[in-house]
């Protein structure tokens, strides 16, 4: 008999999955790992949700293990940044590359890119990064207009794109100051052979039911849509792969408000830290990921859609409730954190609020200051 749960249940467990309040990881890879796919569109914020769930210092700290082959930033799973274990790479790319792929072919043909112009791509990109090179963006799009290829915004774009999605190039070093530029290197060069790679070609369906359990080994409890938009893999590929993974004991499901929710019953369930307050970034896995099951929010009509999308920032949890969102502004040697609440704080909140504006300032390395404006209306 399927066990039901209520939303406080769901939300202990998945934190400490997710070792927000669980025991922390050692490195940042090894969150990378745990999660299999972190979204990175801010990526210094990405770091910072890596930082809270492991015991790395400081953000330079995590910013040194791509640079050494852990982990890299890529486009992957879907049309946008993620950091993914260089182990992960490939066989994760040939799984969903496809169906990413497909999903963007009415834009290539907008933008007057077809199979020669991406063949010429890639072709221009293997000169370009061969013997370990590492280019930024800006550089790579001077030598495509030098070549007479596209190399206009979007077109330069998802010309690289398409070369991450098909495995031929990933994130490289960090370059500029502070390791603000993203770099692009050779996969073939910087990635390692594993033996997972060719899995996907091997035995599709065992590849789906490896990537499901990984989801659900850190993301879980999760049901099954939030599975196929994290993963873009459709709901008749999901749906076996979870019945087949609980049925051999790997899965345990548990039912909500009627509706099912799956995790991988040897991740650990224990809170052993509550931070109080949380800072996650828009894009932190524990925000992005869930959207039935996510954070009770505390002011739930207020539409904010617009706030988030614009805030260099994310959510305020605290005690497990969504009470708003927070900016970040570094100015010198200084981060300036303004919290925007939508319900009332008190001395308490206000004060874990100032231990996590502390802790983000120790992890950026800099002294840190929080501003709480007056209560959304």
Do not use: N
Not at 133 to 149: M, V
Not at 162 to 189: F, M
Not at 285 to 313: C, I, M, N, W
């Amino acid at each position: 008999m399927t066990a039901r749960v209520d939303h406080a249940w769901v939300l202990r467990r998945r934190l400490a999955t997710q070792r927000l309040t669980g025991v922390p990881m050692p490195r940042a890879v090894d969150t990378v790992r745990l999660l299999t796919c972190v979204q990175s569109q801010d990526a210094p914020l990405a770091h910072l949700s890596l930082g809270l769930r492991t015991r790395t210092p400081t953000y330079a700290a995590g910013l040194a293990e791509p640079a050494i082959g852990a982990f890299t930033r890529t486009h992957i799973l879907r049309p946008t940044w993620h950091f993914v274990a260089a182990e992960d790479l490939r066989w994760i790319q040939a799984l969903t590359g496809p169906k990413v792929l497909s999903g963007l072919a009415g834009r290539h043909r907008g933008l007057g890119l077809d199979g020669s112009a991406f063949t010429r791509a890639q072709a221009v990109l293997e000169e370009l990064l061969a013997g370990g090179r590492a280019l930024t963006r800006s550089a790579l799009t001077t030598e495509f207009a030098a070549r007479g290829l596209p190399a206009h915004g979007e077109q330069m774009a998802h010309q690289l794109m398409q070369a991450e999605i098909t495995a031929l190039i990933c994130g490289g070093p960090p370059a500029g100051e502070a390791g603000s530029e993203h770099t692009y290197v050779l996969a073939g060069e910087a990635i390692p052979p594993s033996p997972d790679d060719d899995l996907p070609g091997r035995d599709q369906e065992e590849a789906v039911r490896h990537l499901v359990l990984r989801f659900m080994a850190g993301h879980g409890p999760a049901d099954d849509r939030d599975l196929t938009r994290w993963s873009t893999l459709t709901l008749g590929q999901v749906r076996p792969a979870l019945a087949d993974l609980e049925s051999a004991g790997q899965l345990t499901r548990v039912e909500l408000d009627g509706a099912p929710l799956w995790y991988d019953p040897s991740a650990p369930a224990r809170t052993s830290r509550c931070p109080g307050a949380l800072l996650l970034s828009t894009f932190d896995e524990a925000t992005l990921t869930y959207a039935r099951t996510g954070f009770p929010q505390s002011a739930k009509h207020l539409d904010r859609t617009r706030l988030v999308s614009q805030s260099g920032g994310g959510t305020v949890v605290i005690d497990g409730m969504d009470v708003g969102l927070w900016t970040r502004a570094i100015r010198g040697g200084r981060v300036e954190v303004r919290i925007r609440p939508e319900a009332a704080l008190g001395a308490a909140e206000v004060e874990m609020l100032e231990d996590a504006t502390a802790r983000l300032g120790r992890f950026l390395e800099r002294d840190a200051s929080l501003t709480i404006d007056p209560v959304a209306a």
